[in-house]
Each structure stands twice: as structure tokens, then as C-alpha cells.
């Protein structure tokens, strides 16, 4: 090889050289770049997130004290039909014992109503 071939050969390779680190610095800061927006938007999304859940706060809070007021109303409900349920009991139970009472002691007292009308 001859030294103009050489030198021009040298020449064309540090060119290339140059071009290639100026690309690899695009890339490089592309890259950067792409990371510092996969950053930002996932600060977004997480700031968006607890955005949401901070104005839904007393939204949570009134459902949650529905709730739990419902679910009292529920527990009473349940004591309320199980006190109902022994005092209608108890009703039947004395309105048992006073037919029963009134048949032992009358026994036929429609009868005897009638004959004295007669």
C-alpha cells in the first residue's frame, strides 16, 4: 500500500470513528431519556393513584360508616325477631292455657248461658 492510500484510509476511519461516537452519544442520551420518562410516568401513575384514593377518602368513609350502621341494624333486626319471636311464644302459650283453663272450669258454659235464657 502506498502512504496517499494509507492517509486516505486513516483519514476515512477516524471519520467514521467520529460519526459512530456521535451516534452512540444519540443513543446514549435516547436512552437516558426514555429511562427518565419510564420514571416520570410511573411517578404519574402512583401520584394519580394516591390523588384518587385522597379525594375518594370521605367517599370511602361514608360508605364505610353505611355500612357499618347497616350491619347494626342487621344485629338489632335479629334481636328485635328473636324477642318478638319469644313474646308472640309466650302470647300463644297463654292464650293455650286460657282456653284450656276456661274449658276445664266452664266446660260447657255456651250451654249453660242457654238453658237459662229459656
Partial sequence: MEPDELEELLV???R?????HRMLEKMQRAQRMA???R???WLVVIGLFVLLYYL???YIAEMQAF???FQETLENSDEMNADASGAFEGFL???DNSEEAEASS???SEENTTEENL
Wanted: a negative charge.
Fill in 12 to 14: 476515512k476511519t477516524a
Fill in 16 to 20: 467514521l470513528t467520529e460519526e459512530n
Fill in 35 to 37: 429511562t427518565l420518562m
Fill in 39 to 41: 420514571v416520570v410516568r
Fill in 56 to 58: 375518594a377518602q370521605p
Fill in 67 to 69: 355500612f357499618e350502621s
Fill in 93 to 95: 302459650d297463654n292464650f
Fill in 106 to 108: 266452664g266446660g260447657g
